[in-house]
């Protein structure tokens, strides 16, 4: 990310030093960073709604603690995905306002006071079971800037659950919805709104659910009414997907 | 089914040709079938609900026939099922009584006047393209002397169409219920009702439905609240598992 | 479940303060539950053959008591299922009437003196490691007030021994065969009786079984006789549908 | 759909002939449709953007124009999917307004002088094979309203191409991604705009590419940067998904 | 095949021309074949029970009657494999002594007049449909001097009628069992005799069959008690397999 | 195997207490075991070349030696497989006789002195990670009374290594071939000799070798030219299948 | 390709009409091919040894036709893969120096007199069935500049047919082994050689060798000796990457 | 490796006491090892760059070290993979020059002054959590004689850190990509690079990526640029592969 290289030739063609065919030449010899493609990263880092992100899985407590506080130094907006009990200790115990979320294993840090998100993200989840995976989604979501509410416990064997929620599921701007052993509730779902509906099949069943096949290959092929998929147990890619799209509602040309 | 060698041995018993130590050796040996256990064929082919199946697949026309014509000489009701149309044809042309069934393939004989099966048999399919495995099941449960009715097109992405229905879901001894690529039909209904209910899924779908795989899957995962499960397009299968249930339910002490 | 929406629209109609056009307009809009439509569940937990149930499995022993102690306040009849050791140490010690089965992890609370169920269901296993699936399903038909009997090592290998069962199998309403490594004991049973069989593929295995996807393909691929089929080691789940098709046989008109 | 029943028991409460307690239960009787839930499916017919869908596979000519031939007098727009040449040549005959998509199969229908979507939406294929999978997202979406343009033949293997129109990607509000043997390149689009990405794998391919299960899983496992996935050929499905984001872009508010 | 090289540089030794040390370097170097290690595929074709085999997929009608022309001017017995009608046809019309075997496709000639083979091969079948398999496996082992009987029709869900053959299964110097959708007669012929049992699966099947796989699990999980495992339709291997058996029973000292 | 009703039954016809033709209908109802037709399972535990086997897996070292004991009190000879090592260590603790094999987990118990059994069986294997499943088909073989040998380590990326022992491959009744990763030895074998093989995939490997799946396919793959196949890691199977094989060559009319 | 807006970008900094911050911002917005980065694809047509490459499955022969003329106006080396027939009668019919491979389905097109290659690819196949892969990759290598030759019919299960050819085998550059049920021969040649072997697993077999995948599985299996894998039947792939191995060996520095 | 039985058969030949023929027959008979055929394998210890490798796996650190301490006696260089920590210690703890690689679990002896290998083997890896692999890879390149540089944290959703590479990716003999979730990597690096391509697919991953199956079946299905592919996580094969081919490129004419 160092333009150095790119600044000193620019200036070299401005004082005349080196002539324009040569630097064409040398541009296109250039390392791809130089040249400022990289600005993508830059600006997602600037951007205020998106925080940075660890993957927390594999990574000792104590390697969490020093990227995490590498990270903080030059951002204000923190999450960690996929620790471990261990690691989740260790960073509350070192991070000043570090806030952990039990059931994912998440931990967030967010400038005091919190600001609350904006655009309704829905997370919607089949059993208990699938509270890991429903709550990375929702903080993942909350952390990019939306307003996230959670629906829990409708799987479709009690069909009349979801059903006493239409008018909320019709209210929001991106649905998740998070299923384990019946992949079904999308096609549902999917059926009593217009809005996007992203479903994330999880690893939670028993016999021949095949650690979330069984529910993937439902949710695709229920995929003709509009409802996209994420990978099993992909909390946090649904979570980015919604909010993607929460914040295209929300300011349609911010790009 | 020669009873004789066996009847030869007790007569030799019983006039003292053999000692009883000597005829329990020999009867050891006796092929099985001479002792009478396979009673059990006669007993099907004798109780009067049930018809002779010619499984129709891989014979030709004129096979179909001639196996047709040889069973009827000895029986009053015949089902032959997954025939080609020339199978069908010459069926029709051949046989006085038959009657042809095309979206199934199946082509059935009774004698007249036809009655009325008794004991409800529903047949619930999700969708048009599931159309000939429904009847397949509707057809072989009513040749087994259920009075089976049929509720289509009634597949989950448009929930409130099976829900229109509940009532006479709770009226069936025996709930079939067949979909193909939304997996999912079974679980609502088994939740909406506490009788038996019967799952097949399709082939009858795109993609990563893998030829009824997907759809097999799902409703192996919403075993739990009491619904099993059959091969993939088997219709027969579920039309001779409900027809079983059926049975029991009008003449509980049959057997 | 809240009645009150609906009562106070009703309300108004009868005192004229809304007119019916408009009622039927918010009716529409109301959110299910408040229709009555989770009577269904209400009935569940009021018919008394029925038992809670618990999953047990990724639940902490004091979770466990904490809910079931819960449950018992209201109702008398508990079952637990897929405990831990630890889980069914906890439940035995601080629930009076608790009944727990090692094999199979299940813990059971029912009203004293216990009555014995009726109507029988008969539960048939291959192998000794098929034990866990096979009281599970037997303690989950018994507590649905099915009378249940248990046939045990008679694998196919050994042909010899489930034929020496017929006549008791030919007397049972509902017929459970758990089968582990051979698949292909519900395709025997299914040939020597004309009752309902459900067929339960276990894990137990070596090699090429799979964690029993060989045994369930083997049993869907019986299913033409009529044999249906559960998940991988869903005793529960066979437990009940047997149970639901037993309490159709000893009362027809139930529901 | 007939709200008779309902009016008749609200007439009753209001005229005092029953009382509210007795209503209360009478409705939870009811059969659903009268109640007004399926109105979702009326709405859906009246938003005009929307257009009627006939799948046409498994469909006979006939069949399809007597379809498309009832839907038309009521409705303005019509999409056919899936089409054989002999269909299209029907609908094409019979239909005044029909315009035939060759590569996808599609016909649609359409008011004259057709009316230019609007929001783009950019359906993007990785390879020449795939055009017939992105002609059919790209005609769905652009009948659900949008304004679509399309990317072809970029696949990763050159990677310069598909950042040769970097600046072009990032002015969608939804981009589709249609890929076959590789199924990178919803990663690489991921990686290079903020806006949803939608990732349809297709069939297309040899070897082990298992009939399109090989980008499937290619495209699963990139979700972590917010990309979602359709089954294998869905172009359909990725057109609905993507017209229901754009729709919300441009009129946060519809629903 | 060419001892020359051999010879020659043994000479070489005899004659003092090269020393010791050289000429095993040089044998270290020589080709394989030059060693006489080929001899194995000269034993084969010179022993005189077994036939020339060709695989006849694939070839045409005119390649397959040269090959047989060919192999018939140095061999007495020839066993083709897998013909279309159009290649049985071929063979029969221009090979005087061929003998068509229809179902399976097999053709073959021998020696006139016939030899009756020995020692016993029996072949077992489950359903008609399995007869092409089990007739390759048949012939093969007649070709491969074997006397040859088949049970047929004996599938486990009639339990009794393989039961009906016991004394006959205890005659056989090695069982082929051959069965589709019920994978499960292996297990219970293995249980009933002591003598080597070889199973092949078929393709014959519906629904989650998947092409003769469900057999072959189901097989392969039956192997515990003694019963070995061919591929799928794999009638000619498990015929050889039998047939070397069969050879070593009678002959033990053969080779 | 209780014969008293049998016998009383004769008893009754020998002395006219019961005609004839009322006995033929009792004895169709008899259950099975009481005919004698259980007297295989007799055969097997008196002929005296045959061990009692235990399959150790899942039971406890308390559970192993009370059914070991039991066992010996009446029969001379017992295999143990699939022991842990505390369940190996209570067996030759308190089991006089016991020998340990550790790298197969076996424990076996014979008569003093022991009789050195018959008939070459040869057990080969590819690579030092096979010889727990190589330990558990020779230790299998030897207690049903072949002379076992073992060549070990001749994978066929080192093919001169199996070349090497081609003479004693001729030699043996019934090869054993036992290969991980590479599932190709029994092709080569079965190749160099004109005897039975008999493959055995392990679970050893890495990678895509999916636990012996693609050893296992490898070896249906080979099957061709008579070589057959056990479930992955079945060396007990392969030990059972070459046994029988080997006692019909040494004594060609046992049964 | 335009370089134009980079070189008008430097003349304004040159000319101080632009300052060096602003420049950098441009520069890193402009697309990505006026930098000049795609010059690997000109480099690569202008390469003399390679030829042009057209993927010919799924066009009509008018399309191949047409395609390959417009390409022979500026290459003189052409390489058509997977015709039908009818697509290379129609480029034998209209190109004058066309040259067709029957098996494979292969057309070249190169100058006269053609040069032969240099640096020895050895395309070494197992059975007959294996001819059309062995083929294409064999045209593939040599259109891209190597000596080819081929050694074919040397599967293990006859492994002294390999070993003749070991001399040959090391003189290789590269070996590209193709093989279909057994997937082993790349193992054996790799233990023979220390040169690269590349293998390709086809989709030649029967029962469960699953379209290659049994191949496929055991060759990448055997990579741990320095064996790597093409896609199923993918013979063009093999032999790009040997001759991109022969083209490196040849002249190490020509990049 | 004895070389006496041919050395004393040539001095008998020599000596006239044994004449040619009868030498031929014994050679033939004699085992292959005496023939010296296993060269190869001497050939390899004492080629200078290569080293004796050791597979760690499954062998305890006391193995190890003997294992280690003995090949150490006669060779100078050694290779051990995949080691266990404590094996790591062992090693480095009992061997003088041992060199632990604690991401891999590789341990390296090689002779002091250590001499820098020759000729470039890039390794190339997606993310982080590949580096396990990528080391394995790149220390047995190493070993093996060549230079080699890594690139690390490339992946195809951030485009342009692969592209800054470029010129570097150019210089190398070989390529060695690995890669886990996204196996798109060698897809990218293979279109900008005429040099061979070895594709390692990794076993990290979460969800549908299947232990590295996902990655595996993008990389096949890659390969049409010539990309080849290893087994799942083995940087061994891959780093013996790229050797192959760098040993190849610095010296043709080797062998």
């Not at 541009?27 to 791809?32: G, K, W």
């Not at 040249?35 to 205020?48: I, N, P, V």
């Not at 416990?153 to 649905?175: C, F, M, P, W, Y």
């Not at 059926?191 to 939670?204: C, E, F, K, M, W």
Request: hydrophobic content about 45%.
């Amino acid at each position: 990310m160092d333009p150095q290289p790119l600044e000193q030739l620019l200036h070299a063609v401005r004082d005349g030093r080196i002539d324009v065919s040569k630097a064409m030449a040398e541009l296109a010899a250039l390392p791809q960073r130089s040249l400022g493609h990289t600005t993508l990263d830059t600006h997602r880092a600037l951007r205020c709604g998106h925080p940075e992100v660890v993957f927390g899985a594999g990574k000792t407590p104590e390697e969490l603690v020093d990227i995490a506080q590498a990270l903080l130094e030059h951002h204000e907006r923190l999450l960690v995905t996929r620790t471990t009990s261990a690691g989740r200790a260790a960073l509350a115990a070192r991070l000043p306002r570090a806030r952990v979320w039990e059931r994912s294993g998440c931990v967030t840090v967010e400038p005091e006071p919190r600001t609350e998100g904006s655009g309704l993200v829905l997370v919607i989840s089949a059993g208990t079971s699938d509270g890991a995976v429903a709550e990375e989604a929702a903080v993942t979501a909350r952390m990019h800037g939306a307003h996230v509410e959670e629906v829990r416990d409708v799987g479709v064997a009690g069909i009349h659950r979801i059903l006493s929620h239409t008018q909320k599921l019709r209210e929001a701007n991106a649905l998740i919805v998070v299923a384990g052993m019946e992949g079904a509730l999308p096609s549902v779902v999917g059926g009593l709104v217009d809005r996007p509906v992203i479903a994330v099949p999880t690893s939670v069943g028993y016999g021949a659910s095949f650690g979330g096949l069984s529910a993937l290959l439902g949710m695709l092929n229920s995929c003709a009414s509009g409802v996209t998929v994420c990978n099993i147990d992909n909390g946090f890619g649904a979570g980015c997907a919604a909010a993607r799209i929460n914040a295209l509602v929300k300011e349609p040309r911010q790009s």
